[in-house]
């Protein structure tokens, strides 16, 4: 028996990275699963692979989120789930950051995980789940990803509102908030593994970057009905980094 079985469900920006990992790990606890993203051809390998399908879905467009629901009724009958995952990160300090970078990030992060809620859920099974990644930048602030924190405390927000106005059809929606976790987004110039080591053995209790795998198997928790009675909650997984800090 697989945690997920005979539920749908939709992971954006599953192509690779945290999205990937939770296409894999759903798939392998029964769910059908749809592949949504922008890099085409990593994400049609993804879906061929694990036997998921592909959807093409910049997220910041609602035109394409009802198309990408369309499809996966079509294939599926329903939708169970969703994981709003796909998100975009840049670095700048608040006062350098043109507007167009903001409503950039704005748009994919914010916007896109209000659209995924919107267009979803009305088309969602009673008893449905919606999580969506935020980030320990929704929590607590970062220097220099002004644009980027802003957006995930809103997710946060939103993860909130949604919980109270979807609870009465037992959806139950959720946040993830991943500390550091060793992908393409962490790593855009990609550093030898191990390279990072002595900051994240400084930054986090736990003495290292967290990996895919493991934010995959919280999104599955809360996917699943192992979390039946959480919703509203935004989950921080970070090695402790959010515990505090030491200063001895
Ligand atoms: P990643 O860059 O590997 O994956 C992001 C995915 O989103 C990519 O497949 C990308 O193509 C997709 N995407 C980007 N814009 C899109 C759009 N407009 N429409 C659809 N898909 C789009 O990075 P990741 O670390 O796997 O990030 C996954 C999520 O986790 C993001 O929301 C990110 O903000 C969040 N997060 C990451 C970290 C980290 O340290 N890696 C920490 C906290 C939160």
Not at 82 to 94: D, E, H, K, M, T
Not at 174 to 186: I, L, Q, Y
Not at 223 to 232: A, K, L, P, R
Request: glycine fraction near 12%.
């Amino acid at each position: 028996m697989g945690k997920l079985d005979g539920r749908v469900v939709i992971v954006t920006g599953a192509a690779r990275g945290q999205g990937e990992q939770e296409a894999r790990l759903f798939r392998a606890e029964g769910a059908g699963v749809v592949v949504a993203d922008v890099l085409d051809e990593q994400g049609q390998a993804l879906a061929k692979e694990i036997g998921a399908l592909y959807v093409r879905l910049d997220v910041g467009r609602e035109e394409e989120w009802r198309a990408a629901v369309d499809a996966a009724v079509q294939a599926y009958g329903h939708v169970d789930g969703l994981v709003n995952n796909a998100g975009i990160l840049r670095f700048n300090s608040l006062l350098d950051t043109p507007l167009d970078e903001f409503l950039e990030i704005v748009n994919v992060n914010q916007v896109g995980c209000f659209l995924g809620i919107k267009t979803v859920a009305p088309r969602m099974s009673d008893g449905g789940t919606i999580v969506n990644t935020a980030s320990y930048t929704g929590l607590t602030g970062m220097a220099y990803v002004g644009a980027y924190a802003a957006s995930k405390h809103a997710i946060v927000g939103l993860t909130r509102v949604a919980a109270l106005e979807l609870a009465d059809r037992g959806i139950r929606v959720n946040a993830v908030c991943p500390g550091a976790v060793d992908t393409a987004m962490s790593n855009p110039g990609a550093v030898a593994e191990g390279a990072m080591d002595a900051l994240y053995r400084k930054l986090v209790p736990l003495g290292r970057i967290g990996r895919p795998e493991e934010v995959a198997r919280l999104a599955l928790f809360l996917t699943s009905e192992d979390s039946s009675y959480i919703t509203g909650q935004p989950l921080v997984i970070d090695g402790g980094w959010l515990a505090g800090v030491a200063v001895v």
